[in-house]
């Protein structure tokens, strides 16, 4: 067999267009799928009946299910209701959701790991509980779990490959125009496995940046990445 680049690197605007809806995909699912886990983290350790039921039921069903059948309940369970959204719209509804249970269980992870005396030294300072909650319990639990919700956010953009199935016009989709285009299968996706790791190594090089901002007492924070 004889190896030719040439041919599948010469569309490389494709797959930088791919590359960037990948990130793009992957960046949007992170922060609203983030903010999802928190909320629904916050949910299941709530003295409500209803949102700690509510919480443990979304959890344990994207848990227990596959990434690609999600995607094609969102895909085609709103074609079925008349709303005819754009595959990227779709592809990040159903991203978003999907990492926001496992952000859930992860921040919970965190909220678990915060001592109530901690809590109640901070109520005897006098401080609000607004204060309270923001300094005393969300940013160390967040901080405690840093390096797993990042390493799940990597995950979550390595997982997006399979929104090519909807045709939403990812890395991976448009490796596979190129690779049937071209008729050059190995060379297509050692190119795209390359630009996978490059774009890992770049979330992760942003999230050891921000780490840093967020909680710059921690330079160790980069290690653990």
Same mark, same amino acid.
């Given at each position: 067999?004889?190896?030719?680049?040439?041919?599948?690197? !010469? /569309? +490389?605007?494709?797959?930088?267009?791919? !590359?960037?809806?990948?990130?793009?995909?992957?960046?949007?699912?992170?922060?609203?799928?983030?903010?999802?886990?928190?909320?629904?983290?916050?949910?299941?350790?709530?003295?409500?009946? +209803?949102?700690?039921?509510?919480?443990?039921?979304? &959890?344990?069903?994207?848990? =227990? *299910?596959?990434?690609?059948?999600?995607?094609?309940? #969102?895909?085609?369970?709103?074609?079925?209701?008349?709303?005819?959204?754009?595959?990227?719209? &779709? !592809?990040?509804?159903?991203?978003?959701? =999907? $990492?926001?249970?496992?952000?859930?269980?992860?921040?919970?992870?965190?909220?678990?790991?915060?001592?109530?005396?901690?809590?109640?030294?901070?109520?005897?300072?006098?401080?609000?509980? /607004?204060? $309270?909650? +923001?300094?005393?319990?969300?940013?160390?639990?967040?901080?405690?779990?840093?390096?797993?919700?990042?390493?799940?956010?990597?995950?979550?953009?390595?997982?997006?490959? #399979?929104?090519?199935?909807?045709?939403?016009?990812?890395? *991976?989709?448009?490796?596979?125009? $190129?690779?049937?285009?071209?008729?050059?299968?190995?060379? *297509?996706?050692?190119?795209?496995?390359?630009?996978? &790791?490059?774009?890992?190594?770049?979330?992760?090089?942003?999230? +050891?940046?921000?780490?840093?901002?967020?909680?710059?007492?921690?330079? /160790?924070?980069?290690?653990?990445?």
């Amino acid at each position: 067999m004889t190896l030719d680049f040439a041919a599948v690197a !010469a /569309r +490389w605007p494709m797959f930088l267009d791919g !590359a960037a809806m990948t990130l793009k995909l992957a960046v949007g699912a992170t922060l609203i799928g983030f903010a999802i886990g928190t909320l629904c983290a916050i949910g299941r350790r709530s003295n409500l009946g +209803w949102a700690r039921r509510a919480s443990t039921f979304y &959890v344990e069903v994207i848990r =227990n *299910t596959p990434l690609l059948v999600q995607i094609f309940l #969102v895909y085609f369970g709103l074609a079925s209701l008349g709303l005819k959204l754009p595959a990227f719209s &779709v !592809a990040l509804a159903a991203l978003t959701i =999907n $990492v926001g249970a496992y952000a859930t269980e992860i921040m919970r992870a965190g909220f678990d790991s915060i001592h109530k005396g901690q809590i109640e030294a901070a109520e005897c300072l006098a401080l609000s509980r /607004r204060q $309270v909650y +923001w300094h005393v319990v969300l940013l160390p639990a967040m901080e405690r779990v840093y390096p797993a919700l990042t390493s799940q956010f990597v995950l979550l953009m390595l997982a997006s490959s #399979v929104c090519s199935q909807i045709s939403a016009e990812e890395l *991976t989709a448009v490796a596979n125009f $190129v690779q049937s285009d071209t008729y050059r299968p190995f060379e *297509t996706y050692a190119i795209v496995g390359l630009a996978y &790791v490059l774009l890992s190594l770049l979330m992760r090089a942003g999230f +050891w940046g921000l780490g840093l901002a967020l909680f710059p007492r921690r330079r /160790r924070l980069g290690t653990a990445l």
